[in-house]
């Protein structure tokens, strides 16, 4: 018995001896301010905060959070753009998001002139939404929001959904690969 003791206690010493350790997380980076041509791993927008960025790379996922505010040209972000609560997200000019830009339950949104590769949700927010000239590679969802939409000159792959918005979205000339449908059926 005593040389399985012994045994087990050399076998916890080597294991903890070769360093085994949890596995490492992201980093996140709160923005307040503005930030320019950096690379981070995950971004944040504090609530209340206001957070410009310019050719800022973010290689996981930007948040915005509540009563925040983002205005974001030309970036590059690996994951998705996330907004709940917040008061104002834009992407704009020359944006890059290799996941979906989702806005639920804010203010305003701005996505113009940049590429989403999966889908663009705004859902049920209370100010003027703009998505005008993205290619984007999956479908762009516009539901239950209260300000206006304008939604003018995208091109997806997936679909063009907009149902429950009030007033109805405006805009044209947008070609989807799959269906427009509900109240985007004419845009």
Request: hydrophobic share 35%.
């Amino acid at each position: 018995m005593r040389k399985n003791v012994l045994l087990g206690g050399v076998v916890l010493g080597v294991l903890l001896g070769a360093g085994v350790a949890a596995p490492a997380s992201a980093e996140e980076r709160a923005c307040r301010g503005t930030l320019r041509a950096v690379t981070v791993d995950n971004l944040r927008v504090p609530s209340g905060a206001t957070c410009t960025l310019a050719g800022t790379k973010i290689k996981g996922t930007l948040k915005v959070e509540r009563g925040a505010t983002l205005v974001a040209r030309g970036i590059r972000v690996e994951g998705n753009v996330q907004g709940e609560n917040a008061k104002a997200v834009s992407v704009l000019a020359g944006s890059h998001v290799k996941g979906s830009v989702q806005v639920k339950q804010g203010g305003a949104a701005t996505v113009t002139s940049s590429r989403i590769d999966s889908d663009i949700q705004l859902d049920a927010n209370k100010r003027y939404l703009r998505v005008n000239s993205n290619r984007v590679g999956g479908s762009i969802q516009v539901v239950g929001n209260r300000g206006g939409a304008q939604i003018k000159g995208n091109t997806m792959k997936g679909n063009l959904q907009c149902k429950e918005n009030s007033p109805r979205p405006t805009g044209g000339g947008n070609k989807a690969g799959g269906n427009k449908e509900d109240q985007c059926r004419r845009l």
